[in-house]
């Protein structure tokens, strides 16, 4: 599979490792060069320095040849405009991003996008948790 | 008229006091707290800190009644996002967003936006009208449907000098709607004569620029 990542902070740094190890192509993209140092050593797929709302960049990065499309930077709205560039403007089925807000992730999954919604995610894992403590501590009661 | 802006950078700024001027409900959205306390202090109470991106900012800031939203923020992710939440979630009827890279303006207006705003193109387009020796000049784009107005210098050499209009073959799709000779204004009728020298605006498809431009011998 052909995979194009933008955003190389710890998610798309880790992401971008574990994709290369399990045999696909990726490229990955970050406006800051400094954020590579995320990758693993002598990572073999291919590493372009811009922004991800830049149709350029994003063609040098190999959007056209992408199959699946991964937008994690820390700013929401990058990612979503980035997501809406890879679907509508190259056509790529397969779009993957993160939006902190719950609010905003609600309404691009409405759209059509495959939305990662890490606020509600944590939040529903830290709440069950919670849940199993205070179940645990009535039982002992 | 009830209008949110999102953004109090320069063109927000002066867009509200404007807009206020001419006597609209006007609401501005500014993430800079520091920066809503002066705008208060000069227009009252119709700023609100936040960011016009969440829904909670626009649904206290009234979205739901808002007939336009207009996104001016120095980042174009930003003003996409702000005018597709008013569209979605508030179904704000009219939605206007500032594009600072040109190369975003096609793909917005793909995305849902209504209006979008490029001040690299606008002012292109100024500066053009103000180089005396441009035949050709574009006023205006109406790229929803593919038109421009233009303005466009007649030639010493045109093959339509001294005829009516109504003798001459525009090409199809242009349309002459105002005639400049010697600083006066001409509405034309079939009956006016072209001269050399006659600035004409013309409304005209994109695709009808170069047969118009060989007709007056630009």
Same mark, same amino acid.
């Given at each position: ?83 809406? $560039? ?9 779009? $993957? ?28 894992? $830290? ?15 | ?28 959205? =500014? ?134 209009? =109504? ?5 199809? =799709? ?24 006659? =600035? ?19």
């Amino acid at each position: 599979m052909r995979i194009l990542i933008v955003g190389c902070g710890r998610v798309g740094g880790l992401l971008a490792g574990r994709l290369v190890e399990n045999g696909n192509d990726v490229s990955i993209v970050d406006a800051n060069s400094r954020s590579f140092r995320r990758l693993p050593e002598k990572f073999p797929g291919r590493v372009v320095l811009g922004t991800g709302i830049d149709e350029d960049v994003l063609r040098t990065a190999g959007i056209e040849q992408a199959n699946v499309f991964v937008a994690v930077t820390q700013d929401d709205n990058t990612n979503i405009m980035s997501a809406q $560039i890879a679907r509508n403007v190259f056509g790529i089925d397969r779009v $993957i991003l993160r939006i902190y807000d719950q609010a905003r992730a609600a309404v691009y999954r409405q759209l059509g996008l495959t939305v990662i919604c890490p606020t509600t995610t944590v939040a529903g894992m $830290i709440e069950e948790e919670v849940l199993r403590s205070t179940t645990a501590a009535l039982r002992s009661s | 008229m009830y209008i949110i802006l999102v953004g109090g950078g320069k063109v927000g700024y002066y867009l509200t006091k404007t807009l206020i001027n001419e006597g609209y409900e006007v609401f501005l959205i =500014e993430k800079n707290p520091l920066k809503c306390h002066t705008y208060s202090e000069r227009f009252g109470s119709v700023i609100m800190q936040g960011d016009g991106a969440e829904a909670a900012t626009l649904a206290a800031a009234g979205a739901a009644r808002a007939d336009v939203v207009i996104a001016v923020t120095g980042e174009d992710e930003d003003n996409l996002v702000i005018c597709q939440m008013a569209k979605e979630k508030f179904h704000v009827g009219r939605t206007i967003a500032r594009v600072n890279n040109p190369k975003n303006e096609e793909l917005f207006r793909r995305l849902g936006i209504d209006v979008t705003v490029s001040q690299t193109n606008v002012i292109l387009s100024l500066i053009e009208q103000q180089i005396p020796d441009l035949p050709f000049v574009h006023l205006m784009s109406l790229r929803h449907a593919d038109l421009a107005i233009v303005e466009a210098r007649v030639a010493e050499h045109s093959p339509i000098l001294d005829q009516p209009i =109504e003798r001459i073959q525009f090409p199809p =799709e242009v349309i002459v709607t105002a005639i400049l000779r010697k600083g006066g204004l001409i509405i034309p009728t079939g009956q006016t004569v072209i001269r050399a020298g006659d =600035e004409l605006i013309c409304v005209t498809k994109r695709e009808r620029e170069e047969a118009l431009q060989d007709l007056l011998g630009i």
